[in-house]
């Protein structure tokens, strides 16, 4: 491999994690209610990677609007465990996890465990009819310009859908890159929650 080809391609995968999120669902996607045709998304595996402590990122300070047009800051939570969940209505595995998320919300929530959507690249309309039809109580902040995504960069989501659960610090402790079940998440909620 000649000196010359390596920053291409160092070059071609940053341009690709910034496509991911700048919106590369493609053209129209946002278009597409939660009963649409459209099942364009980002794929990931379902894969859940976990960090130590000492090794865990920080992401306190994001913020946005609500889908409800209330102002949210993640460092308003901190103290308590936070799941945030990336998802849009145009995308199908979202639509398959939303019940699970809703689940361990309900079971958590009195435990002091937050969660947080974060809707991608998504209309508001579209949005609330999503939350509507799988009956969503926790908030959504609307990221319809992908900015509030980008504040996650040093540990990006990488697929829509994503879950990251955040330990009383703000730092991510588990992230799921895929679709998530509650199999799979309470543990890791739990884990986390158990941390002292």
């Not at 609007?65 to 800051?73: V, W």
């Not at 901190?78 to 998320?101: D, H, I, M, T, Y």
Request: with cysteine.
């Amino acid at each position: 491999m000649s000196p010359r080809v390596s920053p291409l391609r160092v070059a071609a995968a940053v341009v690709a994690l910034c496509g991911l999120l700048a919106g590369c669902a493609g053209t129209g996607a946002a278009e597409n209610g939660p009963g649409g045709d459209d099942n364009r998304f980002i794929a990931g595996d379902g894969n859940v990677t976990e960090y130590a402590p000492a090794d865990r990122t920080s992401v306190r300070d994001v913020g946005g609007e609500l889908l409800n047009g209330d102002a949210f800051k993640l460092s308003d939570v901190q103290g308590k465990v936070v799941v945030v969940n990336f998802w849009a209505s145009w995308c199908a595995p979202c639509r398959g996890e939303a019940p699970s998320l809703q689940h361990v919300y309900t079971q958590r929530k009195d435990e002091g465990v937050e969660f947080l959507g974060v809707n991608f690249k998504d209309s508001k309309a579209n949005a609330e009819a999503f939350e509507r039809r799988f009956k969503i109580t926790y908030p959504s902040l609307f990221d319809a310009d992908g900015q509030v995504t980008l504040a996650f960069r040093e540990v990006p989501p990488s697929a829509i859908p994503s879950t990251l659960v955040l330990d009383r610090q703000g730092r991510v402790a588990a992230r799921i890159i895929g679709a998530t079940t509650t199999s799979k998440l309470d543990p890791l909620v739990a884990k986390v929650a158990a941390e002292r």
